[in-house]
């Protein structure tokens, strides 16, 4: 059954790759990705977006127009929803008023240690229907972010776009739409808050307190989780170490839609389980910000008690290693070293947890070589990240756990040349890639007995 993976992506795009969990489950693997990108990327590419305008911002316009945001900031944070009322103006869409209110009153009881909306300096030029529509009114699509962050589980926010149209009325300038703007790359993020009156618990983690965000009717996954996730950061940290945060922010989505708009566009979650988000990671930072685990909204369906903890425990695996993790790295140390981590001292046979390898080795045909990034796509993805948590599991049998978590830092740093990872293997373990697999290999069959 298909599941989704991790993507390593480069901002702002998210290409997950899509894959077979260990044991046939459907989970994903763990996403560390640079979906929030833009919170560290302040000279976003404008390629393809009509730029209004090409002189700095006029600063009275952008301290009106800032203002504006605060007050909305404020007055959605503290659920007052008559005051949100009032910042929208009256010919705005009915509908984007009524998802204000009900933003406001779901955002309300979230934990936040920062809510905010800040201009980022770019505007778009304003689509004709809305200039007829507003005929004589000025308007302005000018960029935003939203900032924000949770009490205790976030060391710093992190920023997410707003794609912003308002109006201005006598001195005043007003709330007119969020939605894409047609013609330009601007969109607006949706937090869980825009989707449904939100749950939040709380509990004391080995780093801090770890949030589980949820919707009513998700109980019984969020109350699992919740019990869950002190443990699996342990668990993590007993083979990582403690230099992470060791705690987490985990969200429960209730639906497609929902998962989405926190995962990326083109995943529903519809074969995902759980994927990890984070945004880019900066030199040295050992706790980046943005940092979320998304269980997809038929995850509790999907799931037994044993496969929910190993994905748990992956997806923290991808949070833990994020800071010393490069986009391009390859995927079958990254993958398998997190199922490794994951289904680390489980007693269930290696046969359970990898059929797919299990099926190729009672047919002697074991894969000849580690598997290629492409592998982690399409009907080769259960051999592949199977061969990858088994080629781990060897390491770690062989040269120790120590070993096989320096092997990792060694190989995480970037895309590397077949050469390259040889090299690197060699110098780690004192054999190349092809003898490693060849010693994999005679290995394995006492793993399958």
């Known amino acids: 059954m298909p599941g989704s993976a991790s993507p390593v992506s480069t901002p702002p795009q998210v290409r997950p790759w899509e894959r077979f969990a260990l044991g046939g ?62 910042l929208v103006d009256d010919a705005a869409d009915p509908a984007f008023r009524d998802d204000q209110v009900n933003r406001a009153r779901w955002a309300s009881g979230v934990p936040f240690a920062d809510f905010g909306y800040e201009l980022t300096g770019e505007s778009v030029v304003v689509p004709p229907q809305w200039t007829e529509r507003f005929d004589g009114t000025e308007l ?47 969109e607006t993020w949706r937090g869980p808050w825009d989707h449904g009156p939100v749950t939040v618990t709380t509990v004391q983690t080995a780093g801090g307190p770890s949030v589980v965000l949820a919707h009513p009717g998700d109980e019984p996954m969020r109350d699992a989780l919740a019990r869950e996730v002190g443990p699996a950061i342990d668990h993590v940290s007993r083979i990582w170490g403690d230099s992470w945060a060791r705690r987490a922010v985990v969200v429960v989505t209730a639906s497609h839609e929902e998962f989405s708009a926190l995962v990326g566009p083109g995943h529903d979650g519809a074969n995902i ?67 490794y981590v994951a289904h680390r001292d489980e007693d269930r046979p290696a046969r359970v947890l990898a059929p797919e390898l299990a099926a190729r080795f009672a047919s002697d045909d074991l894969p000849g070589a580690l598997p290629s990034d492409a592998d982690f796509a399409g009907d080769s993805a259960a051999v592949a990240y199977e061969t990858a948590w088994s080629v781990c599991a060897y390491v770690a049998d062989r040269y120790g756990e120590r070993a096989l978590t320096d092997l990792y830092r060694a190989l995480a740093t970037g895309a590397r040349t077949d050469a390259e990872v040889d090299e690197v293997v060699r110098t780690r373990l004192g054999v190349g890639v092809a003898a490693l697999v060849e010693d994999w290999a005679r290995w394995v069959p006492g793993r399958f007995a």
């Open 273 to 339: 389980a759980a994927v990890a988000v984070s945004d880019a990671p900066l030199p040295g930072e050992v706790s980046p910000s943005g940092q979320r685990i998304v269980f997809g909204p038929t995850a509790d369906e999907r799931l037994g008690e044993h496969s929910r903890a190993g994905v748990l425990r992956h997806e923290l695996t991808h949070i833990a290693a994020r800071a010393v993790t490069v986009d391009g790295s390859p995927m079958w140390m990254l993958e398998g070293y997190a199922e």
């Open 25 to 86: 489950l459907v989970v994903a693997v763990a996403a560390v990705m640079g979906v929030a990108a833009l919170a560290r990327e302040d000279d976003q590419s404008t390629a393809g977006v009509a730029v209004a305008d090409a002189d700095p911002l006029d600063a009275e316009r952008a301290r009106g127009v800032q203002e504006l945001l605060d007050r909305w900031a404020t007055a959605t944070v503290s659920g007052d929803e008559a005051a949100v009322v009032g």
């Open 140 to 186: 302005w699509a000018p960029t935003a972010r939203f900032r924000h962050a949770l009490a205790g589980a976030d060391e710093q926010p992190t920023r997410k776009p707003v794609s912003l149209l308002v109006a201005r009325r006598g001195a005043d300038w007003l709330l007119v739409s969020d939605a894409p703007i047609p013609g330009t790359d601007r």
